[in-house]
């Protein structure tokens, strides 16, 4: 029973050891590099055609409901069926108009037949007329020889029975004056109506949409805030656009460019593009188009932003589709045979001056650095620093404890992203192609690789360094020394909203307009390093387990440390946002 308690309580140990076992912390470091430069600047933008057919809802008075739809991204023939409104109402509009003109028939047959009764009526009067005035003229011969009153008489009588036959003869042409009118009034309305029944059938025939043209069907938005597209059940207004059938040989990328670098870029600049959707592969380009005036940035109105447009050098119809999500990088000028270092080993960055933490054994030195043009990645260094030196993506004047250098591994700093510029004739070649290390060999400056014999030597205690450190008595003074076990912590947005809340709202905005969860800052430490550079903010070190090749290849270290002693490097679980820099 004894025994049996015994190897319980061992097991339990085993199992406790397991689960606080610590797990190797990493910090990066990087060189300088030499090289061709290229200073760049980033925007964000959607992709749209060149040139595009606009298909436009129905235009006739009042609105069109759509009933049927092609799926969008269908690929269609020209005279292809695209899409159904519906017309129902339009189906009434044509009964009601020829129950019209029905009307209208039967009104025009009436009146014809009343104008022949008129017409008879007339004739019948004028004929009277004229019987009496042919016997007054018969009179008249008679009354010759009769008294002069007599005579006067028949006179008046006569001259009565002429103006009763003028009388007769007015009123037929007056009549036929006016059937004409009425008649020509009538066969007008006949033919508004006739003309308005064609319209509403024209105005069904014109509810049955087909393609104009052979091409990619792209729904428009009916919202340019929402950005939501049109769907079946949608009234549209009169003329509005809903589809579009772009021409895919030729694309553009439409961005918008803030304020404060509209001044950087002119008509005409290379850039290089990289879609969300195909992140592997890049397009090349020149800006077509910088817009004059300044508008409020959507979704953000305190931010003001120009419109700009780059054209797209390479015809990809299999894969560049309207709408898709951009990232250009303008390239604004070129500085050939340059130094330059990664943006995150800067600190205390002012307009051109910042500070570098130098790795040396057991200490970290700092060094004052004159700054120049930069990119997303790199910035040019015009002060001189040591050969073949390490620098360190690490501040330790912001950390709230110190932490012991020996017990990190160190890992070769990786840019957020591998750049593929091009020149001005064709944009073909890599922008950093022939970058290479500072007084060694060839490299790729934008992934720069150390080879296990290039690390840096396991670091020691400053206290121990004696007089074999590297560091001289005129430098001590600028070096850092370290004792403590670093303080684990998770990157966590409440956390900063309580503790420095007006870095809070920086980081909340920058989130926003970049579509940044704080879930992908915790996952990707790329974004979150970009987050702060941009933010100007001090960059922490990089915690992170190390790959099982780097596991491999720090094993020998790992046992001579066990062999003097050292902890065992401990890995923290997460990343921590910098403080801005004091």
């Given at each position: ?82 899409a ?6 339009l ?14 028939g039967?009104?025009?047959d ?24 042919k016997a ?25 029975a ?44 014109n ?16 919202n ?9 059940g ?34 005409g ?30 979704n953000?109105?305190?931010?003001m ?11 990809d ?8 999500s ?22 205390n ?20 650095v004159?700054l ?31 932490f ?68 001289s008595e ?51 430490r ?26 491999t ?30």
């Open positions: 029973m004894k025994k049996n308690v015994l190897l319980a309580a061992a097991a339990i140990a085993i199992i406790l050891a397991g689960c606080t076992k610590k797990k190797e912390n990493m910090l990066l470091v990087a060189d300088v590099k030499h090289g061709d430069f290229y200073e760049s600047l980033t925007a964000t933008g959607n992709l749209d055609a060149v040139e595009s057919i606009d298909v436009l809802a129905p235009n006739f008075l009042g609105s069109s409901t759509l009933i049927a739809l092609i799926p969008e991204g269908s690929f269609v023939e020209k005279g292809e069926k695209i159904q409104f519906d017309t129902g109402w189906d009434d509009q044509i009964k009601n108009t020829d129950d019209k003109i029905l009307n209208a039967y009104d025009m009436n009146y014809l037949a009343n104008w022949q009764e008129t017409i008879i009526a007339l004739s019948n009067n004028l004929s009277d007329k004229e019987t009496a005035l007054q003229e018969y009179s008249q011969e008679a009354l010759k020889f009769a008294a002069q009153m007599d005579q006067e008489k028949g006179k008046l009588d006569y001259i009565k002429q103006r009763g036959v003028e009388d007769a003869l007015s009123k037929i042409k007056l009549g036929i004056l006016n059937n004409e009118r009425m008649i020509r009034s009538k066969k007008d309305n006949m033919k508004k109506l006739a003309a308005e029944r064609e319209m509403h059938s024209t105005n069904i025939s509810c049955t949409v087909y393609s104009p043209a052979k091409g990619l069907i792209v729904y428009r938005t009916k340019p805030y929402t950005k939501e597209k049109i769907k079946i949608d009234t549209l207004r009169r003329g509005q656009v809903y589809i579009t059938i772009p021409d895919l040989e030729k694309m553009k990328v439409l961005m918008d460019v803030n304020e404060v670098d509209i001044h950087r870029i002119r008509n600049m290379p850039c290089s593009m990289v879609f969300d959707a195909f992140p592997d592969r890049t397009y090349t380009g020149r800006l077509t188009s910088i817009g004059s005036l300044a508008r409020a940035k959507i953000n109105a305190d931010i932003v120009f419109d700009v447009t780059a054209s797209v050098n390479e015809s119809e299999d894969r560049l589709r309207p709408g898709m951009a990232r250009v990088d303008i390239i604004i000028a070129t500085y050939k045979n340059s130094d330059f270092i990664p943006l995150d080993t800067v600190f960055k002012t307009d051109d001056k910042g500070i570098v933490f130098e790795l040396r054994r057991g200490s970290l030195k700092k060094h004052e004159t120049g043009p930069k990119n997303d990645d790199f910035v040019i260094i015009r002060s001189p620093l040591p050969d073949n030196i390490k620098l360190v993506l690490y501040d330790p004047v912001i950390e709230e404890s110190t012991k250098l020996d017990q990190y591994t160190f890992k070769n700093y990786t840019p957020t992203k591998q750049k593929s510029m091009s020149n001005a004739a064709g944009m073909t070649n890599a922008i950093v192609s022939n970058v290479r290390p500072r007084r060694a060999a060839a490299t790729n400056a934008m992934a720069p690789k150390m080879p296990p014999e290039e690390a840096p030597p396991p670091p020691q205690m400053a206290a121990s360094a004696g007089p074999s450190g590297d560091a005129q430098g001590k003074e600028n070096e850092v020394k370290t004792n403590d076990k670093p303080r684990r912590r998770t990157f966590s947005l409440e956390q900063i909203k309580q503790s420095r809340p007006d870095d809070y709202k920086k980081i909340e905005a920058y989130m926003k307009e970049n579509k940044i969860t704080e879930d992908m800052l915790k996952s990707d790329a974004k979150m390093v970009k987050m702060f550079s941009d933010l100007g903010f001090a960059q922490r070190r990089t915690n992170a387990a190390p790959t099982n090749a780097e596991a290849n720090n094993a020998p270290a790992n046992a001579a440390s066990a062999k003097t002693g050292t902890a065992k490097p401990e890995s923290p679980k997460s990343e921590t946002p910098g403080k801005e820099a004091r």
